[in-house]
C-alpha cells in the first residue's frame, strides 16, 4: 500500500526513546507488559477494536502472566513506519487500562 513513509534509523531511535518499555528488534518494535491472563483478553478485544478502525495491527502473543505485542509494517514491506509507533501508543494505554488487577 502506498503512502508509508520508511523511518530511517534515527528517526526510529527517536521514537523509541519516547516509548519506555518497547525495544526494537530488526524491523520490528515489541513490548512484554505482565498482565493476568483474563484482563488481558479483555485488552486484546479492544486493541482488535481499534486496529479495525486505524488498520493497523499488532501481532499479539498471550501468556498466563504476560501479554507480547510485537508490530511492523507489512504493506511498506515488513518496515517500520510512524504508524507502527502510533499503535504502540494506542496499545500502551489500552493494556494499561487492563493492568489494574495486579499480578499476585
Ligand atoms: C488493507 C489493510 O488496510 C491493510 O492490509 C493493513 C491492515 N493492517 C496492517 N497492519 C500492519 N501492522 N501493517 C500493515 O501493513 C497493515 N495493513
Redesign the pocket.
Known amino acids: 500500500?502506498a503512502g508509508?513513509k520508511v523511518l530511517s534509523d534515527a528517526e526510529i531511535e527517536q521514537e523509541i526513546a519516547a516509548l519506555p518499555g518497547w525495544e526494537r528488534q530488526g524491523e520490528t518494535i515489541v513490548r512484554t507488559y505482565p498482565i493476568r491472563y483474563h484482563a488481558a483478553v479483555a485488552a486484546i478485544v479492544t486493541i482488535a477494536d481499534r486496529?479495525r478502525r486505524i488498520?493497523?495491527?499488532?501481532d499479539l502473543d498471550l501468556r498466563m502472566d504476560h501479554l507480547r505485542a510485537s508490530?511492523?509494517?507489512?504493506?511498506?514491506g515488513h518496515r517500520l513506519t510512524p504508524?507502527?509507533f502510533d499503535?504502540a501508543r494506542r496499545i500502551d494505554e489500552i493494556v494499561s487500562a487492563h493492568q489494574a488487577i495486579p499480578l499476585d
Not at 71 to 76: C, F
Request: charged share 10%; no cysteine.
Open positions: 500500500m508509508f486496529s488498520q493497523h495491527h499488532a508490530i511492523t509494517t507489512h504493506d511498506a504508524a507502527d499503535l
